[in-house]
T-cell receptor, first 113, second 113 residues
Framework: QKEVEQDPGPLSVPEGAIVSLNCTYS??????FMWYRQYSRKGPELLMY????GNKEDGRFTAQVDKSSKYISLFIRDSQPSDSATYLC?????????????FGTGTRLQVTL | DVKVTQSSRYLVKRTGEKVFLECVQD?????MFWYRQDPGLGLRLIYF???????EKGDIPEGYSVSREKKERFSLILESASTNQTSMYLC????????????FGQGTRLTVV
């Protein structure tokens, strides 16, 4: 079983829709939860990160963490064509020498006009 | 504007060639990483470095080596390229904290023929 599971999609929604992207994880040691966004032919960029359970909002984006269920979500309100990208959840774990990220496989999102 | 720069966007190499992928960061980060990204598999960590001349294996180090002679530069070496190493390679850098953002380069699409 992978440490982080994510539905690869693709997910296609009309402009203005609410999008829900989800990941599950198995390692209880994960404390921080990140969402990266990757546009086509680009490297990933950090979109949001949260610590502990609960919600965090940033504009049209809301990150939600449920540690009891080991389940995290990213909601996008009023989705726009510019939101079309691959969204990757990521969780850092600190070893003795570095903080390393474990990524989900990424969900490809297409927002259509 | 912070930057991680990978030396090539696209590379085509022959089976058996020795291949060098170069990465430079301008943020004075201690940690640098090499990932490969494949459809359905997400980002997988090949190697990382937590200091000059210091390195550790990631999850899939077989067939690869790395070099970090200067803090800003991290090289990935394919000793004898094989077709199953055809992939997108992404370099990243970060500071050592658990909740720190990883900054990615634009990626190198390597094709081994």
């Amino acid at each position: 079983q992978k440490e982080v599971e994510q539905d690869p999609g693709p997910l296609s929604v009309p402009e203005g829709a609410i999008v829900s992207l989800n990941c599950t994880y198995s390692n209880s040691a994960f404390q921080y939860f990140m969402w990266y966004r990757q546009y086509s032919r680009k490297g990933p960029e950090l979109l949001m990160y949260t610590y502990s359970s609960g919600n965090k909002e940033d504009g049209r984006f809301t990150a939600q963490v449920d540690k009891s269920s080991k389940y995290i979500s990213l909601f996008i309100r009023d989705s726009q064509p510019s939101d079309s990208a691959t969204y990757l959840c990521a969780m850092p774990r600190v070893t003795g020498t570095a903080s390393k990220l474990t990524f989900g496989t990424g969900t490809r999102l297409q927002v259509t006009l | 504007d912070v930057k991680v720069t990978q030396s090539s966007r696209y590379l085509v190499k022959r089976t058996g060639e020795k291949v060098f992928l170069e990465c430079v960061q301008d943020m004075d980060h201690e940690n640098m990483f090499w990932y490969r990204q494949d459809p359905g598999l997400g980002l997988r960590l090949i190697y990382f470095s937590y200091d000059v001349k210091m390195k550790e294996k990631g999850d899939i180090p077989e067939g690869y080596s790395v070099s970090r002679e200067k803090k800003e530069r991290f090289s990935l070496i394919l000793e004898s390229a094989s077709t199953n190493q055809t992939s997108m390679y992404l370099c990243a850098s970060s500071s050592p904290s658990e909740n720190t953002e990883a900054f990615f380069g634009q990626g190198t699409r390597l094709t081994v023929v």
